[in-house]
């Protein structure tokens, strides 16, 4: 079965400073991965996905996450955290289902605090 | 593209009235989910549709939800009758299946509470 572990429930940085959230991951077969960001009173944001090629990936906001299969790991970062990135990061895994998309797998969310 | 359009935005019912949660997905995509989102248990994928056609729907808690997508464009779901363990944000997200994109797209949600 496919799961995904955020081992962080919060990450705490300075603006600033570079910053990454952990997640990851368990599945049989090709991992197919998502970030997506959540503010306050608000729906899920994509922001980025690894499908294949290239494991740095970039995304919105100048966050980018790197895929590591040897460490099925899939951890957000990003260079120089700003105030504004504060929120709750999910990572997730789309389980497929003879070869078609199914359902996105999440985590259970990182909360972000960038301090001024 | 206006995005993923629920209705309403809030709702607040009595326990034992019955719940209709509305989503139109983005135009064009052909697979539609539903999630619920609490502080205790996180995010929930209750049912998914993979073009009208209900694929999932283990995440249903039980027989009082139900869910239906009678065109592309549109779905409900439908809680009936309501209790106070409902309350909580519900999510309706689309996706174009079968290309190599597979991302979803949430809407805002329904926050509903259930006294």
């Known amino acids: 079965a496919q799961s995904v572990a955020q081992p962080e429930d919060q990450v705490n940085v300075a603006e600033g400073n570079p910053l990454t959230v952990k997640c990851t991951y368990s599945?049989?077969?090709?991992?197919?991965l998502f970030w997506y960001v959540q503010y306050p009173n608000r729906g899920l944001q994509f922001l980025l996905k690894?499908?294949?090629?290239?494991?740095l990936v970039k995304g919105s906001y100048g966050f980018e996450a790197e895929f590591n299969k040897s460490q099925t790991s899939f951890h957000l970062k990003k260079p120089s955290a700003l105030v504004s990135d504060s929120a709750l990061y999910f990572c997730?895994?789309?389980?497929?289902?003879?070869?078609?998309?199914?359902?996105?797998?999440f985590g259970k969310g990182t909360k972000l605090s960038v301090k001024p | 593209d206006a995005g993923v359009i629920q209705s309403p935005r809030h709702e607040v019912t009595e326990m034992g009235q019955e719940v209709t949660l509305r989503c139109k997905p983005i135009?064009?995509?052909?697979?539609l989910f539903w999630y619920r989102q609490t502080m205790m248990r996180g995010l929930e994928l209750l049912i998914y549709?993979?073009?009208?056609?209900?694929?999932?729907d283990s995440g249903m808690p039980e027989d009082r939800f139900s869910a239906k997508m009678p065109n592309a464009s549109f779905s409900t779901l439908k809680i009936q009758p309501s209790e106070p363990r409902d309350s909580a944000v519900y999510f309706c997200?689309?996706?174009?299946?079968?290309?190599?994109?597979?991302?979803?797209?949430f809407g805002p949600g329904t926050r509903l509470t259930v006294t």
């Open positions: 997200a689309s996706s174009l299946a079968g290309q190599l994109t597979y991302e979803q797209y």
């Open positions: 599945v049989s077969g090709n991992p197919y």
């Open positions: 690894y499908i294949t090629g290239d494991n």
């Open positions: 997730a895994v789309s389980a497929l289902y003879g070869g078609s998309q199914g359902n996105l797998i």
């Open positions: 135009s064009g995509h052909n697979s």
């Open positions: 549709f993979n073009n009208n056609v209900p694929i999932d």
